[in-house]
Every structure is written in structure tokens, then in C-alpha cells.
């Protein structure tokens, strides 16, 4: 312990009202305290720099959640678990629900609350992009008062706020207007939880007859604070949800982001798996609910069927026969919104050398035939995947020969991208650009690109 528990001075009031006394009597001196996880991490490590620290943890005024007609008043002191657990939580904001349950392992969610993770101010916060969609208001007192503000106005640049010295978050409200809306956040790090995020992205919106109503879109991550995409909500409101509409949503996406670079990523990488995320949320936004029965049927047939069977029918979607045994051990599935989130996290899980086995699965951009034995599905998926890549020039196809062999050479495995929807062109200058990785950042860029791919066999799988 680098930290001298002599140094520091700590105070537990049991109501609100004293709390705020204290803070109102020397503001900026004393520091509140909720759950401490982060302020555990900073004091184990001797960079723990206030002093004085005011816990709000038991005043009573600051837990609880409270169900209105039209709003879920939610105490910031409230946990992670208490978010997860709660059923109107879970039912009406259940994106709120999930990043809880992505928020470190079972001790930090049962210590950790939703107010300390926006007084924290941190961009990679995974509550933070929900709140932002879910248009959250805070509610900020102190001795002299109360406030209510839009949390979309909150944070002010990296880990400041509008949180006055003397202030505290006493309640985050969510208003009741979110049931029928099509919800979707995903996570990408090196897993789900206990993990800082690399990219973030959460949406909700209404599809009506084939055209957006409404939607909503907010990432982390990738800027100095959590991010609203009110441009790209623009682009995409009142338009037919088509991929014309997803190619002009998303150029405007790339305008509206500046992520950026840091230990954890680089920022090209989080632009490209930025804009995947918002394929995934488009294509799950824009699905029609004959699709949806379809899936839960084959879904539902499949739980029914012997482990090994299992694992062997739902191997061609990924390639690594570990993943398809963990997915097989995980059934049943709810919904299919479960089994897609529990093929991430497995495939996130996995070693290098399960990584390795589904790459070989694919052949190589431009051939039809995978380096190791493969089903007739699988090369049936591969070519629907290549097929814009095998409508070009011969010049085109020639240096993607070439680079292919130039990628094997460097790196001993073959080139893997999520070819849906790409062309050649497009290939080649993803695979131009990816040479100049070093062999670590190409080895997590391929699982990526194999991520996404998995994504869609899986949903093929489910309608085929």
C-alpha cells in the first residue's frame, strides 16, 4: 500500500442535509465519495490526491429508485446491481441494465454506483452513451438548493462537469418513453467487463412501415467526453431504412467523430469499428418482425438439440470449434439480442491460436476455397461475402493477389475483412493500410474484422 490511511480524513453523515452542510462550509475541500471503486484504485497506487473525503453512500435521500407515471427517478447513489435487479429498469431502459452488467465483476457492480460514474467524467464510462440516449435530466443539490439540468449538457471537456464544489448528483430521471423503441449498445474491448472500453456506441429508435421516426445514437470512447450524434440522428430521421440511407448516415458519422488515439486503441481503429457498430444497430434498427419470428423459431429448435449437434451446426459462423462449444454450453438463448451479445463476449474470450483456427475457415479474398476443409455453408457464406469483391478490374483483383501474398509473408496467416458490402477497391485499401500494422494491433484488427463477419453468419444461420 503506497498510501498512508493517517493522511486522509473521512466522514460518513447519514442524511443528505448534513452531507451538503459540510461541503457548503469549506467548498472544494471535502471530496464526496460514493462507492469508491476508482478512488480505491488511486489511493492503492498513491495518487489519491484530496484529502478529505465526504461518503454519501448511506444517506438515505441518495438510494432508491422510484417509479412515476412519467419519469424512473433513479438515486445516484443507487449501484450497478440495484440498476440490473430492478425490473422496470430492466423492461423500460434495458440498455441501462446491460452496461451495468459490463461495469467491472460482481464486487465493483455491488459497490459502484451510476453517480459516481458521471461525476467520474470519464469518455469510456459505459453508462454514459445510454444516458445520453435515453435523455437523461440530473438533479443537483446543494445547501443552497437544487437544479435540474440535461445531462446531454453535463459534462464540459475530459473530467470536468458543470458540478458546482459544493454540489452533488442526487438523482438521475429518465422519462417513461422508450417501450416500444428498438434498443442497442455494444461494448468493444479486450471483453465485455472488467475491461475499459475501446469503442462504444448505444442507440434507440422507432421504424414505422419501412422509414425512421426516431433515433437516437451516442458514443464513448472516442473523444474527450461521451458524444450525442445529433448529425447523424439528422441524417437518418424520416428516411427509408435502406443502405443508401445507412452510406449517407454513416459519411456523416465520420465527420462527426474525431476519435481519438491513446493506449487502449489507435484512432483509425476505432473510426472503422465505429461505423461497423452502426451497421449493426442500423441493420437490427431496420429489421422487419417477421424476420425477428423467424430467428426466435430457428432459435428455439436448435436449444433443442445435443451439445455436440449443437456445436456442429453453429460452427460454420465462426470457424473456431472452441466458440462453438461455448456457444452450444451456453443455450438456451432468450432472444436473439442474448445470443448475439453472448457470441461477442465468447469470441472476445477466446486465445490466439482459437482466433487462428477461424481465419483459416476463409479462403482468401478472390478464391472460393478456405486453406483448411470447410463446409459447403461456410463457402456458400464466403462467396455471398466476395461477391462485390469478384465484380472488378483484373488490375484490382491482380494487387489483391499481391496482397495477399505480401500480408502472408509479413504476418504468417491469411488476410481477414468483413467483406459485406465492399468492393474490391475498398478491400485493397483496407489491406494497404493494415500492412503498415505492427503484428499485436493486426492480430486484434483481424479478430474485428472476424467479429463482424460472425455477427452476420450468425444471423443468416438464424434465417436460412
Known sequence: MRANPAEYELVAPSSLRDALALMANNPGEWMPIAGGTDVMVLYAAGKLLGRKWVSVLSCPEMRGITVEAAEVRIGAACTYTDLRQHPVVAKEFS???????????????????????????SPAGDSLPVLLVYDADLILVSARGERR?????????????????????????????????????????????????KVFLAGVGRVADGQIESVRLAAGSVGPIPLRLYKTEAVLTSQVANDVTFENAKRILQQEVQPIDDIRSSARYRSVVLASLLREFFDSFGGSQDFVVSMNGILARWSQLSATTAAEEILPCCGSRAWARQMAAQRPFEDVATLLATSDRIWLELSAADWLEAFQSHPRIGETRSHLESSARSQQWSAQEQSLATESPDAVKYALAEGNREYERKFGR???ICASGKSAAEILENLQRRLKNDDATELHEAAEQQRQIVQIRVKKWLTE
Open 95 to 121: 440498455l441501462l441494465a446491460r452496461s451495468a452488467a459490463w461495469t467491472g465483476g460482481i464486487a465493483n457492480q455491488n459497490r459502484g454506483t451510476l453517480g459516481g460514474n458521471i461525476a467520474n467524467a
Open 149 to 197: 439540468i440535461p445531462y446531454r449538457t453535463f459534462h464540459t471537456g475530459y473530467k470536468k462537469s458543470l458540478l458546482g464544489p459544493d454540489e452533488l448528483i442526487q438523482t438521475v430521471c429518465l422519462r417513461r418513453e422508450f417501450t416500444n423503441c428498438t434498443a442497442y449498445a455494444k461494448k468493444v474491448g479486450a471483453r465485455n467487463a472488467q475491461a475499459i472500453s
Open 414 to 416: 491469411i488476410f481477414i
